[in-house]
């Protein structure tokens, strides 16, 4: 008989089976992709790192599409560097092609299959190991996530290889391995910031378990902090170089504080208060970061850099939550509990509509709630079944559960004061992979010695905590206007204006008081040459947002094309005065001024009133 330690024949068999699956679903999907052009286009944060990763590569820093600069090599990092780095490598040997991100994202899947198995095995034996691969392999979401260009798959990853230098440690106890667990903390953090704390969480393991074992544990837990911190110092010292501020990776965390916590916080959609008043346009992106700061500065009246906008964002979300601590409360709770939900939520793309159109996606298995709580059965299992049956047999084994458990707590943990978003969850999947697995080997052992009592206890328990994670989103209906309105941001990226242009009638058909809709459809619209449908849409943009300066200036400028100047001449007066620096709505408004006749005193008046330059 085979050791434990052996892999049979018929093990790699079947893991081979499963690899085999599961490459043959992302070709499926990658297909479904390369078929519509338009869905390989970047959009919300996957357009920022495309640009952020050119430019590494290519040098040219200047954004397509008319988006702002946000100038990032001259000032500190506004979002973890982590991912955009890791696709100018893909982009430099690729030729800065999207499609070469999306295979290596897949390939990385693969690997995440083969790691969870190993991983899996190793904690609760064969059986689990297999089982914990199929569901890593066939999940969905993690489908979906390796086609975009976001980090989760490259997190699942450097997740994967962490836990196997901690157990590589846990087996035999070197210094080499604590360090490199330290380091890949820093990478690790340096993708997602919120990973830092593992640092000490993990040198604190370190030296608990080892204080017993070996001599001189403190040095272990040390290294593991040093390689965490010789990880991440090159980031801060990059942010002290390039703009004189001590930021530690990114300086987002005050923004994405205060979009949890504020008065309209909508758990979901990233509504930041005060944007309109500080980019005079409604909604905002990362292109939008230094303007955000230079709008702070503004209305400070004083400079204060990009941790210091971080700093009067935060001062804000903490003001929210000391006026109205009910309301604050409720926010965190109703997060904490949604996070564990079966609402795939997102404010990059309306993930249940990107399934539904997928003829792939919509027919794969995976529901988050049910993976965590058989991942809670597993854990419960391993507390009762103290090494017996397969499950975490030694101390080591039963050491890196506590791991698992404390990983999938603090990741859980560092976003409920924040937003819901489905790939803030994603990276704990392998581990809540294995836990689950642990459970259903176990609950398949129960039913083959028709031991019903603790079966059915287990089950009907773990229906009713799905049941309490359930029905906090009832009643959830995805945003339909959002996704034909990003669908249509993808087809004229893609060059296909008319299937543009039909997204945006959909989407305004849905919900007209939305002023980027109206605001998209104008100039869908104006790219037709329809101007009179086009200048109907910019007022009514104009209408529902009076302080937008791109609604005021199409405005302007369409009315100059339909022959009104002196009706262009008011949205054009009114768009230079919202940014008088920009000099297309100040040659605007002189135009419009000299098709009415103005003499040019008047309009060097009307131009001085603007705000010179």
């Not at 997102?346 to 027919?363: C, Q, T, Y």
Request: hydrophobic fraction near 50%.
């Amino acid at each position: 008989m085979a050791s434990h330690h052996t892999v049979t024949r018929r093990e790699w068999l079947l893991l081979g089976a499963i690899l085999l699956a599961a490459a043959a679903l992302r070709v499926s999907y990658l297909r479904e992709l390369i078929a519509d052009r338009a869905m390989l286009v970047p959009v919300v944060d996957a357009i920022f790192h495309d640009y952020w990763a050119r430019a590494l590569v290519t040098g040219n820093w200047t954004p397509a599409g008319g988006f702002g600069d946000p100038m990032i090599p001259l000032h500190p990092f506004a979002k973890p560097p982590g991912y955009a780095y890791f696709m100018a490598a893909i982009y430099a040997v690729s030729g800065c092609r999207i499609l070469a991100v999306v295979v290596a994202q897949m390939a990385l899947g693969l690997l995440n299959v083969a790691m969870t198995w190993w991983l899996g095995r190793w904690i609760a034996g064969r059986a689990a190991g297999l089982v914990a691969a199929a569901i890593m392999g066939l999940y969905w979401v993690l489908v979906y996530f390796e086609g975009e260009l976001l980090d989760p798959a490259l997190a699942i990853a450097l997740t994967l290889l962490l836990a196997l230098s901690i157990k590589r440690w846990l087996a035999r106890p070197r210094l080499p391995a604590a360090l490199l667990a330290g380091l890949l903390i820093g990478i690790l953090s340096l993708v997602r910031s919120n990973f830092v704390p593992l640092a000490p969480l993990v040198a604190l393991g370190a030296w608990i378990s080892g204080r017993r074992r070996i001599p001189g544990a403190w040095s272990h837990a040390a290294l593991v902090l040093v390689g965490a911190a010789a990880a991440i110092a090159p980031v801060t010292l990059r942010n002290w170089r390039a703009g004189g501020e001590l930021v530690l990776i990114s300086a987002n965390s005050g923004i994405n504080l205060l979009i949890g916590n504020n008065p309209r916080a909508d758990l979901e959609s990233p509504h930041l208060p005060g944007v309109g008043e500080l980019l005079h346009k409604s909604g905002w992106s990362h292109f939008d970061d230094l303007a955000i700061v230079r709008g702070v500065e503004r209305k400070l009246g004083r400079p204060v850099g990009y941790g210091g906008a971080s700093r009067y964002f935060t001062a804000q979300a903490l003001a929210f939550m000391r006026d109205h601590p009910g309301r604050a409360l409720s926010l965190t709770a109703e997060r904490a509990v949604k996070m564990l939900g079966p609402v795939e939520y997102s404010n990059n793309k309306v993930i249940a509509l990107e399934r539904d159109a997928s003829p792939l996606l919509r027919v794969l298995p995976g529901n988050f709630t049910i993976l965590f709580v058989l991942a809670m059965g597993g854990v419960l299992c391993g507390a009762l079944l103290r090494g017996r049956r397969g499950f975490a047999r030694t101390p080591n084994k039963r050491a890196f559960v506590v791991f698992m458990v404390v990983y999938i707590v603090l990741l859980h943990a560092s976003y409920v004061l924040f937003f819901l978003e489905a790939r803030f969850r994603i990276p704990m999947t392998p581990f809540l992979a294995i836990l689950a697995a642990a459970c259903i080997v176990a609950l398949a052992r129960l039913a083959a010695a028709r031991d019903w009592a603790p079966l059915a206890g287990g089950v009907a328990a773990m229906g009713c905590l799905y049941g309490l994670l359930c029905w906090p989103a009832a009643g959830y209906r995805p945003d339909r206007v959002y996704w034909h309105q990003l669908r249509a941001t993808q087809y004229s990226a893609a060059g296909d204006p008319r299937r543009c242009g039909e997204e945006l009638e959909k989407a305004y058909g849905l919900d007209n008081r939305r002023p980027s809709v109206a605001l998209a459809l104008g100039q869908a619209y104006l790219q037709e040459g329809k101007f009179a449908p086009a200048a109907a849409m910019f007022q009514r943009a104009v209408n529902l947002m009076p302080e937008s300066f791109d609604a005021n200036l199409y405005l302007g400028y369409t009315l100059l094309e339909v022959g009104n100047p002196a009706r262009a001449e008011r949205f054009l007066a009114k768009a230079a005065r919202l940014d008088p620096a920009n000099e297309t709505a100040r040659q605007g408004l002189a135009t419009a001024m000299k098709l009415r006749g103005a003499a040019p005193g008047e309009i060097q008046r009307a131009l001085r009133e603007a705000g010179a330059r």
